[in-house]
C-alpha cells in the first residue's frame, strides 16, 4: 500500500490540490495507495504554531511520496525569518533528505504564443534545470545580523561539501544519460572559491560519463543564453541560489508559471510541487491554473511509483484538453473557451479516464 502525503499550504494550494485528487483517483483501480492530509506553512502556523508541525513531520517520515500545493502569504509576512511560512517547505526537505530539484520546461503547441520570446527562439525547447537544494548561502553558517563599531552588518555564508556537489553531478550526468547527453554546470568560479571547487568536483565527475557532453557556465552568461538561445540548453546543473533564480526564469518561458512542475529527489520518497508559489490575490476564486499541479502527480507516478507510461497519459490528458480550446484565465485568449480550476480539472480527469479506458 502506497502511502502519499498531501500537504496543499497556503493561497491557491488547497484549489489545486483538490484537482491532483481527482487525478490520483483515476488510477485507484491499477494501484493501492492511501492519502494523508495535513498542514504546512501559513495554515500550519495557524493551526499548531508552526510552518512545519509536529504531526506533519511524522507523516512525511512515513510516506512514500509527498505532493505540496503552495506556501506563503501577506498575513505571515511580518513574522521572524525563522518563523515565516517558507520554512515548512525548507524543513520538510531537509527532513526527507531531498538534495535535487528538478524543473522541466515544457512548452505546449497549443499555447507558444504565451511565451515572451518569439516562436522562432523557443522552437525545441526541452530543458530540465537540476538544482542543488541542501548547501550554499541557503542554509551555510555563520549568518545573521551583528553590530560592529556601531554599525549593523549582516552576513550568509556560501557552503559546499565535496559530497554535497558530487553527489548532484552525478544526478545530473544520469539524468543527462537518458536524455540528449548534454549537460551544462553553472558557476561563478571567476570571483567565486565555492564556485571554483563546484567546477572542480563537477569537472572530475565528468570522467564516469565521456558520452555526455559537459559545458561549463558562468551564472549571469547563463541566464543570458536562457533568453537569447533557450533550445541550446538540455540539462542545467546548478548551486542552490543560482537554481533558485534561473529556473524562475526558464520557467517563464513557457508562458505562464501556472503550467509548470518540479520535483525533489534524494531520500528514500521525494516531493513533488507546482512552481508557481500561493499566489493569494487569487486564492478562493477559482482563477488557478491547476495543470501544475497535475503535472506533478504524474511526475510522482513516473518516479516515485516507476510508471512512466501514466506519465505520459496525464501529459497526453492535458494536451487534450488545450486542444479543445479550454483555458485558465492565465493563458486565455480570444476565441478559447474560459474555464475555472474545478472545470479545468474535471476536464483533464475526463481525457484521461477516456485515455485510460
Not at 568560479?189 to 571554483?196: C, D, P
Given at each position: 500500500m502506497a502511502e502519499i502525503l498531501l500537504t496543499a499550504g497556503d493561497g491557491i494550494g488547497p484549489e489545486i490540490?483538490?484537482?491532483?485528487?481527482?487525478?490520483?483517483?483515476?488510477?485507484?483501480?491499477?494501484?493501492?495507495?492511501?492519502?494523508?492530509?495535513?498542514?504546512?506553512?501559513?495554515?500550519?502556523?495557524?493551526?499548531a504554531g508552526s510552518p512545519f508541525p509536529t504531526d506533519t513531520q511524522k507523516a512525511a517520515a512515513h510516506a512514500d511520496?509527498?505532493?505540496?500545493?503552495?506556501?506563503?502569504?501577506?498575513?505571515?509576512?511580518n513574522l521572524p525569518l525563522a518563523d515565516r511560512p517558507e520554512k515548512g517547505i525548507l524543513g520538510?526537505?531537509?527532513?526527507l533528505g531531498l538534495y535535487a530539484n528538478l524543473r522541466p520546461t515544457i512548452l505546449w503547441p497549443q499555447l507558444t504564443t504565451f511565451s515572451p520570446l518569439k516562436q522562432e527562439r523557443i522552437a525545441g525547447v526541452d530543458l530540465l534545470i537540476m538544482r542543488e537544494l541542501t548547501?550554499?548561502?541557503?542554509?551555510?553558517?555563520?549568518?545573521?545580523?551583528?553590530?560592529?563599531?556601531?554599525?549593523?552588518i549582516a552576513h550568509n555564508t556560501m557552503v559546499y561539501s565535496e559530497e554535497e556537489i558530487r553527489r548532484i553531478a552525478i544526478a545530473g550526468f544520469e539524468a543527462a544519460r537518458k536524455r540528449r547527453k548534454k549537460l551544462c554546470s553553472v558557476d561563478k568560479?571567476?570571483?567565486?572559491?565555492?564556485?571554483?571547487f563546484w567546477r572542480e568536483?563537477?569537472?572530475?565527475?565528468?570522467?564516469?560519463?565521456?558520452?555526455?557532453?559537459?559545458?561549463?557556465?558562468?551564472?549571469?552568461?547563463?541566464?543570458?543564453?536562457?533568453?537569447?538561445?533557450?533550445?541550446?540548453f538540455d540539462v542545467m546543473l546548478t548551486p542552490n541560489m543560482f537554481g533558485d533564480i534561473l529556473s524562475d526564469e526558464a520557467a517563464v518561458l513557457a508562458g505562464s508559471l501556472g503550467l509548470l512542475p518540479s520535483a525533489s529527489i534524494g531520500g528514500k520518497s521525494a516531493?513533488?510541487?507546482?512552481?508557481?508559489?500561493?499566489?493569494?490575490?487569487?486564492?478562493?476564486?477559482?482563477?488557478?491554473?491547476?495543470?501544475?499541479?497535475?503535472?506533478?502527480?504524474?511526475?510522482m507516478l513516473g518516479h516515485s511509483f516507476n510508471k512512466p507510461a501514466w506519465e505520459q497519459a496525464i501529459r497526453a490528458a492535458v494536451g487534450d484538453v488545450l486542444d479543445q480550446g479550454l483555458r485558465t484565465a492565465d493563458i486565455m485568449s480570444d476565441g478559447m473557451q474560459r474555464a475555472t480550476t474545478d472545470q479545468m480539472g474535471s476536464a483533464i480527469e475526463t481525457a484521461l479516464r477516456k485515455r485510460l479506458g
Open positions: 490540490m483538490e484537482q491532483a485528487k481527482r487525478i490520483l483517483h483515476c488510477f485507484a483501480k491499477d494501484i493501492a495507495f492511501t492519502l494523508t492530509e495535513r498542514l504546512i506553512g501559513g495554515a500550519g502556523i495557524d493551526a511520496a509527498v505532493l505540496f500545493g503552495a506556501v506563503g502569504g501577506p498575513k505571515w509576512d520538510i526537505r531537509k527532513a548547501g550554499d548561502i541557503y542554509f551555510g553558517e555563520p549568518r545573521g545580523i551583528r553590530t560592529e563599531n556601531g554599525q549593523r568560479s571567476n570571483v567565486l572559491e565555492t564556485m571554483r568536483i563537477v569537472t572530475d565527475i565528468h570522467k564516469d560519463y565521456p558520452d555526455v557532453t559537459l559545458e561549463h557556465m558562468y551564472v549571469d552568461h547563463a541566464a543570458m543564453q536562457i533568453i537569447l538561445r533557450p533550445a541550446a516531493l513533488y510541487e507546482p512552481i508557481h508559489g500561493s499566489a493569494p490575490d487569487i486564492a478562493g476564486q477559482g482563477l488557478a491554473n491547476p495543470i501544475g499541479m497535475i503535472l506533478c502527480v504524474g511526475m
